[in-house]
């Protein structure tokens, strides 16, 4: 409860902040969980093996990465997460998580600024999640440059 409140805050913060970036110093960083279980295909971190079969979000989340021309990263867990909002071009996150993961996420790479699209978790925790590709599209856009 106080996790997803807290991301509910962070994103107005955000958005009325104003933040603006280029498509080439925006990540969105999403979890390994969103690919199926059982998937043929092992997904590395820029997430490029997948062949877009359409069982799960991942073939969204590559097209939209491809819209707007941003970086896209998987991460297995929070460390991981980190390494990849580190880079030096990374000026700005949209980050697709659950509540908890996107919470801690947020607190680690302050003061970079970060929206938060929770996942859609019909299989519980950490397996075979979904998302809202409307969601995780509006969360790019308003972070882009015009």
Same mark, same amino acid.
């Given at each position: ?50 062949? #877009?079969?359409?069982?799960?979000? $991942? ?32 000026? #700005? ?42 969601? $995780?599209?509006?969360? $790019? ?6």
């Amino acid at each position: 409860m106080f996790s997803r409140l807290f991301v509910s805050l962070n994103n107005l913060l955000t958005r009325l902040r104003r933040i603006k970036v280029s498509p080439e110093n925006l990540l969105l960083l999403v979890p390994r969980c969103l690919q199926r279980t059982g998937c043929a295909q092992t997904l590395g971190e820029i997430i490029d093996d997948c062949n #877009a079969c359409g069982q799960c979000g $991942v073939t969204d989340l590559l097209a939209i990465r491809d819209e707007f021309g941003i970086h896209c990263s998987m991460a297995a867990g929070g460390r991981e997460a980190l390494a990849f909002v580190r880079d030096p071009k990374i000026k #700005a996150v949209v980050a697709v998580a659950c509540e908890k993961e996107l919470a801690q996420g947020i607190l680690a790479v302050f003061p970079m600024p970060v929206l938060g699209v929770l996942n859609i978790q019909t299989n519980g925790p950490c397996r075979n999640t979904q998302i809202n590709p409307d969601l $995780v599209r509006e969360a $790019v856009r308003s972070m882009l440059k015009d």
